[in-house]
């Protein structure tokens, strides 16, 4: 063991947000009192829930969702900053990321509301524009316009957001060594103190059972994973996972098992994740490889067995 595990004290911080739990593990030496980096910690992630939460009538986000068609309104700069994220993946993505599936998200159930087979109909037949094509933002001036009525959920991403904040906080701390995460999406600053990578488990994709399928090693990136394992509706004697179809307004009737990504920040690594399960493998691994990114997709045969098909220099060539 080295010098530097053995001077340094484990410190597991963690509290509530957007309906889960954050949580911090770093090393710093003896007599270093947390209590701060508790209250930073809580107060970066309390700031995203209250900006791009949907369950929060009065979030920053929630106001846009209300405000007029061709109205500018004035946002504030870190969900200004999700915002031009999602959109630049969404053009990448070409729509397989969008975020304006707020009304399709309610309508089947995952939302603050129950299935409703009224707004299930609506969501269907809505013709619909990539939310790219239909949000205007005004970056320097810190507004935004919608160009076409959309209810924007930014469930894909702000997590993986409020993950990087968390990140940025340790760091404002002088803190360059930890492992952050949110609800299974995680980011690695530097080493261990041994002088290793942080070991982070991709789960199986298990309904009610959290299993690995595999571990990960991680320094100075972020990871996700997007499956259809974790929330799901059952209509129909059909389990429709909550992943959304952005050109039907309706979960993905066939999507893999799951996608884990790693990428620089845990919001890239979040929205891909997403963006490459509405894909697919094929469509999927050919954008992940033009684009390099370290994708892992697992999908389920016809006899329910699990198969790995992984892209980039961190799960395979």
Not at 51 to 71: F, K
């Amino acid at each position: 063991m080295s010098k530097m595990s053995t001077e340094s004290q484990r410190h597991a911080l963690n509290g509530p947000t957007m309906g889960t739990r954050w949580s911090v593990l770093f090393y710093m030496t003896a007599g270093f009192n947390p209590k701060p980096v508790q209250d930073a910690l809580q107060a970066a992630v309390n700031e995203v829930d209250a900006q791009m939460s949907t369950w929060r009538p009065d979030s920053d986000l929630m106001q846009l969702n209300t405000a007029p068609v061709g109205e500018w309104t004035k946002v504030p700069q870190r969900l200004m900053e999700v915002l031009q994220l999602a959109l630049d993946i969404g053009r990448s993505s070409d729509g397989a990321f969008d975020i304006g599936m707020g009304d399709a998200v309610n309508a089947w159930g995952f939302g603050s509301v129950a299935t409703d087979q009224g707004l299930i109909r609506q969501a269907l037949e809505i013709p619909r524009r990539p939310t790219h094509e239909t949000l205007e933002l005004d970056i320097d001036g810190g507004r935004v316009r919608k160009a076409a009525p959309v209810t924007l959920d930014l469930n894909g991403i702000a997590k993986g957001y409020g993950v990087d904040r968390l990140a940025e906080t340790l760091q404002n701390f002088d803190i360059s060594s930890g492992l952050v995460g949110i609800d299974g999406e995680m980011r690695a600053l530097g080493l261990r103190p041994d002088g290793e990578p942080w070991a982070i488990a991709v789960e199986a994709p298990v309904r009610n059972c959290r299993t690995p399928h595999s571990i990960l090693g991680l320094q100075d990136a972020s990871v996700a994973t997007s499956g259809d394992y974790r929330r799901w509706v059952t209509i129909e004697d059909r389990c429709l996972s909550h992943t959304m179809d952005p050109r039907r307004g309706a979960p993905l009737m066939q999507s893999p098992a799951s996608v884990t990504v790693v990428a620089r920040t845990c919001a890239e690594a979040d929205a891909w994740a997403t963006a490459l399960m509405v894909l697919g493998p094929v469509t999927g691994g050919e954008l992940a490889r033009c684009l390099r990114l370290d994708v892992l997709f697992l999908v389920r045969d016809a006899e329910q067995a699990i198969r790995s098909e992984a892209i980039g220099m961190l799960f395979g060539h």
